[in-house]
């Protein structure tokens, strides 16, 4: 253990603070939310057609307060709730700017303060720096991005030159820079250049659509705004295809003969960090903490309701958890502490920091932890589904469907193959329910779309379900003919198609549902390790443990003749002479027993017992060792444990824009999400908890689209709630979503991307004909090129890439150095396109390579 000390600054006498009179208008049993720019010692209101514009020399106050479960943004409207019961979570963040000075900081942290004791101390506090806001904050204004203008003011800055950079790959900051220059310009940014007679968008090559886009729309409102004529859209790359009056005026404030563009700036990875527990006290006027643990974190370890802790989650966010007994000077100080702590570890200023309620936890805060079981102030649990639904009301419900992860009722056409290291099989229907451990199998589901169960609107996302099942102990050989069959079967399909990987142990409700919770799992080894195993040759004895109750739970795993037997289970036992029984614990359910003869019969006629009413007849048939393991385990109760975990609460479950950058995967975690965050151009996982699907856009590349399993892998591994990298994944394509997709989405409209207007068009119609446009940047490439991709490859200043080779970065062949340059330095340096000189021979390519020194 270890343990650190931070000395009390002065602080605030909690008896003496008075609420600023703007903050005493809100109502603690309102929803709305609020902005106010901090003045002084007071507060000014900024009006709602402002919000989401802030100026990077001041602090802002920002309040949202929604019902629980919904989330509050600037399009909300303030309203009282009258409903009896209703629960309100509130959350107040203070923003500070880039260039801001240490007394506004200071005004900002009591401030918040003060809002906090006027609601009681019943809310969520984070300190958000500019530039590096966390996920809640950015949602606020998702819809029209955020303008961040230099100074306190308008009158600030004059309104002629000015440059903005535009980032955020989900919810883009258009940010006003205090310098025109070039050391602002990275191929990862949109930049506008405005000037009085032309406003210039300038697109990085390495931006996101959702950047691409926004630097239009903030482009033409400035333009509309500042009555400037006309607008112009600049590619990285391509200044000097700019004609001679633009670029007449682009030199007048950035001269390119002096054009400097940083390659893509690299995301750190969440892949080598750690979390950290810290038990936090003040002895004496001093504030300490003490390492309680690290790695992956439980519930249970934030235990003591006058306790306090820090979880550290290093760049990601240092959250400070308040017990719900703790003082309420403890509760008004948190944030100042941990703070200190921030400081006190030399973390980056910018480091995110929250304070967080026991019984307020907020999504952000719970998704660190597996199985969070939410409770309110008064430490009352707040209970789940408990209710048994079948599948046909589920498939009539999206949200309940998306949580248990049924498609339809299984009652579709099914046909599963036996794979082996180099031929595929079909199973008989009459043996389909069999499978055994050391081989994989694909299951090719027809999705039923009759109007007899009322899923019409179903047959319009899918109709086949390719699942590939990997057997825990099957070789390496098998699972890549798995894949490549399942991939094969995929693209035979072509449309409405979801394709699942899922792995021996970890069958989602949908697969067990098809075999109507009659699957049977044997543990053998195919002969010799090759080939398809006899699956008509049940072994002479062996017994069966029934896991699940009803018939998309339910399966039968074969177990050895060392395992614990337990009252709560029932077992299907095949004895040496042949017989079949059926024996349940005394704590089984009914449920259960009526899935243990829904299998036997599988195998033909069974006999049942009960514990403790065995008759001789069981005992001699089966042998001797059931009889002592049945000995070993009698009145050992445990809980049963679900085969299948239900997903993640809604505000739990995670939606990821997925990017890569320098051939490494970037994950962009999207905070209330919705259908408007999917965007047709990019990859996206939704991370469910017990499945992670991948949606793939329409117009992401086949280059990108390979990536889709590696991706899921990425988020798996990479999370921090640790889980078994074998648990299921999902593939779906744009407009082939799954009813169990779906239902995570509020509002789900099949109709929205036929109204979708993609980055092209919408510079189609701003831009002047006649101009060269590159090809958008798919993925990031270094070995091979093409006519068509050159301009999807990482570019290099010219001087880079002729000096030293040892200091180029890894990723550049040095014989192909030429495809990291510039369309307009190649053009310099050859005096042809790039795709003229692919047209010439090998020779002639390395000789001129070699004349102008880049080979």
Request: net charge neutral; hydrophobic share 35%.
């Amino acid at each position: 253990m270890s343990k650190t000390a931070m000395k009390d600054q002065k602080r605030p006498i909690y008896e003496d603070i008075k609420i600023d009179t703007a903050f005493r208008k809100i109502s603690p049993k309102a929803i709305g939310f609020y902005v106010w720019r901090i003045q002084n010692d007071h507060v000014e209101a900024i009006p709602k057609e402002q919000y989401g514009t802030f100026y990077d020399e001041n602090t802002y106050v920002i309040y949202s307060a929604s019902l629980a479960g919904t989330i509050s943004d600037k399009n909300t409207i303030n309203r009282e709730i009258k409903t009896p019961g209703a629960v309100i979570e509130r959350y107040i963040h203070f923003w500070l700017g880039a260039n801001i000075t240490s007394d506004r900081s200071k005004s900002a942290a009591y401030k918040i303060i003060e809002l906090d004791l006027h609601l009681d101390h019943k809310t969520t506090q984070y300190r958000e720096s500019q530039g590096h806001e966390g996920i809640r904050f950015l949602s606020y204004f998702k819809d029209d991005g955020m303008l961040i203008q230099s100074g306190t003011d308008p009158s600030s800055y004059p309104q002629f030159p000015r440059l903005y950079q535009i980032k955020g790959k989900t919810t883009p900051q258009c940010i006003q820079q205090k310098a025109i220059t070039w050391q602002h310009f990275n191929c990862g940014h949109v930049m506008i250049l405005q000037t009085s007679s032309i406003l210039f968008v300038w697109v990085g090559r390495s931006t996101s659509s959702c950047e691409r886009i926004y630097g239009l729309k903030i482009g033409t409102k400035l333009k509309d705004a500042f009555k400037i004529p006309e607008i112009a859209i600049i590619d990285d790359g391509y200044e000097q295809s700019m004609s001679s009056q633009r670029k007449e005026v682009w030199n007048g404030f950035l001269s390119l003969s002096q054009r400097f563009v940083q390659p893509l700036a690299l995301t750190p990875s969440n892949a080598d960090i750690v979390l950290k527990l810290y038990q936090c006290d003040t002895v004496n006027g001093v504030f300490r903490v003490e390492l309680v643990k690290t790695g992956a974190l439980d519930q249970a370890d934030l235990y003591g309701r006058d306790s306090i802790y820090i979880v550290d989650y290093f760049c990601n966010g240092v959250w400070i958890w308040i017990g719900r007994s703790s003082h309420k000077q403890n509760r008004a100080e948190a944030m100042r502490h941990v703070r200190g702590y921030v400081i006190k570890k030399g973390y980056p200023a910018s480091t995110p920091v929250a304070r967080v309620i026991d019984g307020l936890e907020p999504a952000e805060f719970t998704s660190l932890f597996p199985n969070w079981i939410s409770s309110d102030v008064n430490g009352n649990s707040i209970k789940g589904l408990s209710e048994k639904f079948d599948a046909l009301t589920l498939i009539q419900r999206p949200k309940l469907a998306a949580q248990i992860q049924l498609m339809d009722d299984g009652t579709g056409d099914a046909t599963v193959y036996q794979i082996g290291a180099e031929d595929v099989k079909e199973i008989p229907k009459k043996y389909a329910k069999t499978f055994y451990s050391s081989n994989c199998y694909i299951v090719h589901y027809q999705i039923s779309c009759t109007s007899e169960n009322n899923i019409s609107t179903l047959s319009n996302s899918i109709k086949n379900v390719v699942y590939l099942w990997i057997g825990s102990s099957a070789s390496t050989e098998f699972r890549q003919t798995g894949e490549a069959f399942l991939a094969e079967m995929c693209n035979h399909l072509k449309k409405n198609v979801v394709q699942v990987r899922i792995s021996d142990g970890m069958e989602p409700p949908h697969f067990l549902q098809i075999f109507k919770g009659g699957l049977i799992i044997f543990n053998s080894k195919s002969p010799g390790g090759e080939g398809i195993t006899n699956i008509r040759k049940y072994p002479s004895s062996f017994v069966l443990k029934v896991v699940g109750n009803s018939s998309y739970t339910c399966k039968a795993v074969q177990v050895s003749s060392k395992t614990l037997y337990y009252p709560e289970d029932c077992y299907i036992l095949k004895a040496p002479d042949n017989e079949i029984w059926i024996w349940c614990g005394q704590y089984s359910t009914g449920d259960s027993r009526e899935m243990a003869k829904s299998i036997a019969s599988i195998l033909g006629e069974y006999n049942l017992v009960m514990e403790s009413n065995e008759t001789d007849e069981f005992f001699n048939s089966v042998g001797e060792k059931f009889l002592k393991q049945l000995k070993k385990t009698h009145g050992n109760i445990v809980t049963p444990t679900m085969n299948v975990a239900l997903t993640w609460e809604r505000q739990r479950i995670g939606l990821y824009m997925c990017s890569l950058e320098q051939e490494k995967h970037v994950l962009c975690k999207i905070f209330g999400f919705t259908q408007k965050d999917l965007r047709p151009e990019n990859i996206f996982l939704l991370d469910a908890g017990n499945i992670v699907y991948v949606w793939i856009g329409d117009f992401v590349s086949n280059d990108d689209r390979m990536q889709c399993w590696d991706l899921a892998k990425y988020l798996i591994t990479t999370h921090p709630v640790q889980r078994d990298a074998n648990m299921p994944m999902a593939v779906i394509r744009q407009g082939e979503e799954p009813i169990t997709f779906i239902g995570f989405f509020d509002n789900w409209d099949k109709k929205y991307y036929e109204n979708y207007i993609p980055f092209d068009k919408i510079r189609a119609e701003l831009e002047t004909p006649g101009i060269p446009v590159p090809v958008p940047r798919g993925s990031v490439h270094s070995d091979s090129a093409t006519g068509d991709d050159f301009d999807r490859y990482q570019k290099y200043p010219l001087d880079m890439l002729r000096g030293d080779p040892a200091n180029l970065p890894a990723s550049i062949n040095p014989t192909r150095k030429e495809i990291h340059l510039t369309h307009d330095d190649f053009v310099t340096v050859f005096k042809m396109p790039y795709h003229d000189f692919e047209e010439l021979p090998k020779w002639k390519q390395v000789e001129l390579k070699k004349q102008n020194k880049l080979f």
